[in-house]
């Protein structure tokens, strides 16, 4: 009897079936807006596929690659150099020396205070107003091209952006992880560049990701200064055949873009941070 009482099973525990769900405001009004945007995407592709211009495609598809790879570039150019900017702006807005924080921060007021498309023109137009001086310093080279101002200006901007987002990643890491390796006799230059920095990065990974899908979109600004990139060539093909769909397939390129970045950056996040219990 022993031997039955330990052998036997447990009974199955059945669980009661899940209350019906009713069908409060809320569901109602989110069922409507899914109907809602599934209309808009059905209608979008019954439009493309009713409006398909074969001879568009062939005549402006190269030169939206054209465009697309101008983009990519820039942007690309741009976050790599804003993210060298970034660690000195950062360490100065964190310096307890005076001077150092308040020209850091001016710098990062500055830039993420005012207009991208603002700072854009006063590379281009405004500095391009003082061409003898730059003559006269060997930089008119640089700056009489569209392509370098506009790099330089998103450059500055996205290192103030860069700057805010390494310094609060750098303030989250505990004071105990510098405290730790100074009781080992490692220099505060170590301790920050191999423990502070990487877990600051970890915690960075996300913000850094929105930035950069931030500059994607909002590099179409310097169609505005003759640079061809993607929004540059949409405009050319606009402005020679007045079909709305040049702006419709750009709108499409940038989304495709902006989801292959995002999940790349979903990719990177597992994959750096699978070493911590969720």
Avoid at 29 to 44: N, R, S
Avoid at 94 to 102: D, G, Q, T
Avoid at 261 to 273: N, P, Q, V
Wanted: hydrophobic share 50%.
């Amino acid at each position: 009897m022993t031997e039955s009482f330990i052998n036997a099973r447990p009974a199955t525990v059945m669980r009661p079936p899940a209350p019906p769900k009713k069908w409060t405001r809320g569901r109602v009004v989110g069922h409507l807006l899914v109907g809602l945007w599934t209309a808009l995407l059905i209608g979008l592709l019954v439009y493309l596929y009713s409006a398909w211009n074969i001879e568009l495609i062939q005549k402006y598809g190269p030169t939206y690659l054209a465009g697309l790879k101008t983009t990519i570039g820039l942007v690309g150019s741009s976050i790599l150099l804003g993210a060298l900017i970034s660690i000195p702006v950062a360490l100065g807005r964190m310096s307890k020396n005076p001077i150092a924080s308040s020209i850091a921060y001016a710098y990062v007021y500055f830039f993420r205070g005012t207009p991208l498309i603002a700072q854009v023109f006063l590379f281009y137009y405004g500095l391009g107003s003082f061409k003898p001086q730059l003559e006269s310093v060997g930089l008119w080279v640089f700056f009489r091209e569209a392509w370098y101002c506009a790099l330089l200006a998103f450059a500055l901007n996205t290192a103030a952006y860069q700057a805010e987002i390494l310094r609060g990643a750098i303030r989250s890491v505990p004071l105990g992880q510098w405290e730790g390796a100074a009781s080992l006799g490692v220099s505060k230059f170590v301790t920050f560049w191999k423990v502070i920095l990487p877990q600051a990065l970890i915690v960075a990974l996300r913000p850094y990701g929105n930035e950069i899908i931030l500059m994607i979109k909002g590099s179409a600004i310097v169609a505005l200064i003759t640079v061809y990139d993607l929004m540059g060539y949409t405009r050319l093909a606009y402005s020679r055949t007045f079909d709305f769909q040049a702006y419709l397939w750009a709108a499409i390129i940038y989304l495709i873009l902006v989801e292959i970045l995002r999940h790349i950056w979903d990719w990177l996040e597992r994959r750096i941070t699978r070493h911590l219990i969720r």
